[in-house]
């Protein structure tokens, strides 16, 4: 469910992230190799509006997952502007007026991630009771009974007994594992949550209930979600709006029944077509890519896409990056020369 507010709670503005790789001091020295750089997030606008959920979707290496890693500060962003309710993110905080007086907010406390393998993402070595009570300490609660009654609370929250605080993370299945991942993020009491393919590595029966529990509290607690995942249907049936990433830039965005119904950009298109079908008069012939994805240490010029694109218009897209151009009334964005006027 969508919140009206013109504001955005986070928005990403002209935001890189660039990793550098630095030749061996023998690479240096014979080939007189230079520091190459991967191009992760090469520029991307991204704006996620109080109860929203925006799915973020794409191939494998687009830069997803570094995207989200970005927006909530795990990785220092190269370049651009991260914005929290209008207020640039500076660090770790974020600097906003609350009335007449100008304060300083943990941003950490605001912005959340769940993390794709919930096996790695719990320390083994800690319990439960351990691992959820660490977020609430920072939190500023530091009563013993406090405490207590808000980790046992966190718990029925997510569908978990509290009776098994004491356990270890190894004593739990997969999807009882993210769940105390879900937990752990809402300690903090979180207003924006990455969702970083929560669902991806539990089994086909457990990740329906994953995916309705993050609806559920969605809902209950007016939670924003960065949903990212590889599951299209995944998507189209929890986000309000998508958007659709290739190698590290955001190539269409829109709502999400428009988008699936009338995808505008040739890469939507194809990944589209890649989603079974029951019903036969729903099926579409698939679209197969030629080629294979670009490096991101050598990324074409012009459109990304223009590479492995079935669609080119000419010349312009091997030499000018495409602006977004609006569609349906600015309810569609597409980076696409096909729709210059």
Known sequence: ???????????????????????????????????LV????DGVDLEV??????????????????????????????????????????????????????????????????????YSSLNPRKTVREIISNPLDQRGIHNPIEMEEQI????NQVGLDH???????????GGQRQRISVARALAMKPQFIVADEPVSSLDV????????????????????????????????????????MYLGHIVEQGKTDLLFASPQHPYTQALLSAIPRVRK?????????????????DPPSGCPFHTR???????????????????ESGQQKVACWIYAK
């Open 1 to 35: 469910m969508t919140e009206n507010n013109n504001q955005p709670l986070v928005a990403v503005k002209d935001i890189y992230k660039h990793f550098y790789i630095r030749p061996s001091f023998l690479a240096r020295t014979l080939a007189r190799a230079k520091e």
């Open 49 to 118: 509006y109080p109860g929203e959920t925006v799915g973020l979707v794409g191939e494998s290496g687009c830069g997803k997952t570094t995207l989200g890693r970005t927006i909530v500060r795990l990785e220092e962003p190269t370049a651009g502007q991260l914005l929290f309710k209008g207020q640039p993110v500076k660090g770790n905080q974020v600097s906003y007026h609350d009335g007449n007086k100008q304060v300083q907010r943990k941003y950490f406390h605001e912005a959340q991630i769940i993390f794709q393998n919930p």
């Open 163 to 173: 009776h098994h605080m004491d356990r270890y993370p190894h004593q739990f299945s």
């Open 205 to 244: 029966s457990i990740q329906a209930q994953v995916i309705n529990l993050l609806e559920e509290l969605r809902d209950e607690l007016n939670l924003a979600y960065l949903f990212i995942s590889h599951d299209l249907s995944v998507v189209h049936y929890l986000s309000d709006r998508v958007a659709v």
């Open 152 to 155: 046992q609370m966190l718990m």
């Open 281 to 297: 008069e729903k099926r579409t012939d698939r679209i197969i890519l030629t080629g294979n994805v670009p490096s991101p240490i």
């Open 38 to 41: 991967v191009r992760a997030v």
């Open 309 to 327: 694109c079935f669609a080119k218009v000419g010349k312009i897209c091997e030499e000018q990056k495409p602006p977004f151009f609006e569609i």
